[in-house]
Structures are given as structure tokens and as C-alpha cells.
């Protein structure tokens, strides 16, 4: 997928920050970027460790994972291991701004835990649809609900 050319000064980053009424910060532009180039969702532990030559204590990072977080730029999942880890929240087909205008697209896309070795993987292309009955909890409505399929990956049961 190609990206616009960063022609203007502030970068797709810092535009992406601004837009959700945050200040583009050094420390939140750095966890945006790391967690960009991850493939998988990355705990607060791993991301206070591969950010540790900028400076920023532990503290710093996790408060800027919870600011981001509920400003909607990151979502966050326990993926049944009592660890939270955070992932970039990547815009559907339309602006994920508007996302919580429409209920019906309230399922962001599942987790694959490894229940052998504890890996995680993206399930990115996959969905699971839940219709929103008037039985569906709120908290799906909202997408504050993660999703994740538990089993063997291919190097545990290959
Ligand atoms: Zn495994
Ligand atoms: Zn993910």
C-alpha cells in the first residue's frame, strides 16, 4: 500500500495524534512509530524496553498508552494472559473517527493466542460478526471488547 509523500511538515503521525485533540509529543509519535513496525500487538513492558535509549521512564510510556488509548488511537487487549498489550487502531475503508457513529461495524479483528507458547498474531483480514441484537451488550456496540481464538499455532502443532 503506498503512502502520500509527507510533504507538509508535520508528519501522517503527528497529524494522526493532532487529529484526536492530543499533543504530538516526542514519547507518543516514538510509541505510535514502534508499534507501526510491530507485526503483533506488543505489551507496555516490551514497549518501555525497546524505548529505553529515548530517555522515557516506564511511567511516561504507560501514561501515554492510556491517553492514546482512550483517545482511540490505540486499542488495547488482554488476550486471556492477564497482559495488557496495545496495538495501533488502523482505519477501516473510512475514517475510523466516525467509527462510533456506526455500531454496526463494532467488531475490530480478532487475536490468535498461541495456548502452548503464548504468541500472538494478528488476525487483521478476518472477522467476527456479532448481530447487534437488543441482547448484545453495550460494550460490543462500543467496541470496548476484544476478540481472540485460542489454540495451537503452526510451530506448536505443525
Ligand atoms: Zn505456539
Ligand atoms: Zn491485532
Known sequence: MARAPAARSATPLVEAIRARGLRATAPRVAVLELLGRARTP????????????????????????VAMTEAGLLRRADLGDHVWRFELRRPGPRASAHAHDRPERAVEHPHFLCDSCGEVTCLADSAVEIRAGAAVPRAVRRKRVAIQIQGRCDRCAP
Request: aromatic share 8%; hydrophobic share 40%; charged share 15%.
Open 42 to 65: 506488543q505489551s507496555h513492558a516490551s514497549i518501555a524496553e525497546a524505548l529505553l535509549g529515548s530517555g522515557w521512564d516506564r511511567a511516561t510510556i504507560y501514561r501515554n498508552l
